[in-house]
């Protein structure tokens, strides 16, 4: 096996720039740096959630889906020359989980065990990387995290369900 990283420090980004695995620069402010970093802090919030996962098919999951992100990294500092992850793989779990569950009656309020608030925070994360890889034009990434929120979304629903579900109690509703 080859050595990727044989130094952790480099101070090739002491200016401001960094380099993509493509061999271009750009700015650590640029949207598609934003978009590496927001994938990266997915997969480490990813990585806490497993911790907290009883279900061994949910850790599975959740392992796919780092392997995955990383993946996703790659399509984003590739400039697209490996591809995305599909959507699809997503979909089909999200149906098969979502079927077990009682239908939405209100908002779920983010919390409840400790492996359901992380897969909230999962969600929330993974809906900013959403939005930064849009603002970036990286179409097949952004649909990719658009899926896999609602997947998150769906494992914080299933973990819960020893418990009552939190609702949002709607007192700041508009009033028809």
């Not at 061999?23 to 927001?38: C, E, F, N, R, V």
């Not at 952004?142 to 896999?148: D, P, S």
């Amino acid at each position: 096996m080859s050595k990727r990283i044989t130094r952790v420090t480099t101070r090739s980004g002491d200016g401001g720039q960094t380099h993509l695995a493509d061999g271009s620069a750009l700015s650590k402010t640029d949207p598609q740096i934003s978009a590496l970093g927001d994938v990266d802090e997915l997969n480490s919030f990813v990585g806490v959630l497993i911790t907290h996962l009883e279900r061994t098919d949910l850790r599975t999951l959740c392992l796919e889906i780092q392997q995955e992100l990383f993946d996703l990294g790659a399509h984003i500092a590739t400039n697209g020359q490996v591809p995305a992850p599909q959507p699809e793989r997503l979909e089909k779990e999200l149906k098969a989980l979502n079927s077990t569950l009682p239908p939405l009656t209100e908002f779920v309020l983010p919390g409840g065990s400790d492996a359901s608030a992380n897969a909230h925070v999962c969600r929330a994360v993974c809906r900013r990387a959403e939005r930064t890889t849009w603002q970036a034009e990286i179409t097949p990434a952004a649909v990719y995290l658009n899926r896999l929120s609602d997947l998150f979304f769906v494992i914080a629903r299933i973990v819960n369900q020893s418990s009552e579900e939190a609702q949002w109690r709607g007192s700041s509703k508009p009033k028809a």
